[in-house]
């Protein structure tokens, strides 16, 4: 009978290990899918905005076609940041889409007649809307991931996420950051 209470011990550790690691395991998997649809949500968001892109383009060369600079700049970014495939390239890819749509909406201030275009004035609303949706997309995936992280990083989780298949994620953030510091606007 004295070898059943350390049996009993050791069960009962081994059985509240078990249940930590199912219920951290699980908690870890939750947070897992969380960033990914947060990810989707900014792809979904990104799309939108590339969409959006090349009606405006096509408004502006109508008033402006010498500005083909312009226009091919902001094709190229728009297509680097349809190609992005992670937080980081997309980050990159953000910047550089920030700096051709603020050339595009300055070539648009030199052409009253454009910034009176109800077309014109409808595409640059809903591009600022998307920019203004991308934003919080971007708010929600990044604290998704400090979430996911910060529940990797801690001890004793540390000791077997990353045997688990758990592994750190990257933050989305963009490498020029004041480049996006606000929505592209046209000064009326």
């Not at 081994?14 to 219920?23: E, K, Q, T």
């Not at 890819?93 to 004035?121: D, I, M, R």
């Not at 995936?141 to 592994?167: D, H, M, Q, S, W």
């Amino acid at each position: 009978m004295e070898w059943l209470i350390p049996v009993v011990i050791i069960v009962a550790v081994l059985a509240l290990v078990g249940i930590y690691l199912w219920a951290t395991y699980n908690s870890l998997v939750q947070l897992n899918v969380r960033v990914d649809e947060a990810w989707s949500g900014i792809t979904v968001q990104l799309k939108r905005r590339a969409d959006l892109i090349p009606n405006l383009i096509e408004t502006v060369k109508g008033y402006a076609a010498h500005e083909k600079a312009v226009f091919e700049n902001v094709t190229r970014a728009r297509a680097e940041t349809m190609s992005a495939t992670g937080p980081g390239e997309a980050g990159i890819a953000e910047g550089h889409l920030q700096q051709a749509l603020k050339s595009l909406f300055a070539v648009a201030e030199a052409y009253p007649q454009l910034q009176a275009s109800q077309n014109f004035l409808g595409l640059q609303q809903a591009l600022v809307d998307t920019e203004d949706k991308i934003q919080a997309a971007r708010r929600f995936y990044n604290g998704g991931v400090r979430e996911l992280n910060t529940k990797i990083k801690v001890f004793p989780n540390n000791l077997f996420a990353r045997g688990l298949g758990f592994t750190e994620r990257e933050f989305f953030e963009v490498a020029d950051s004041a480049a996006i510091a606000e929505p592209p606007r046209v000064q009326f």
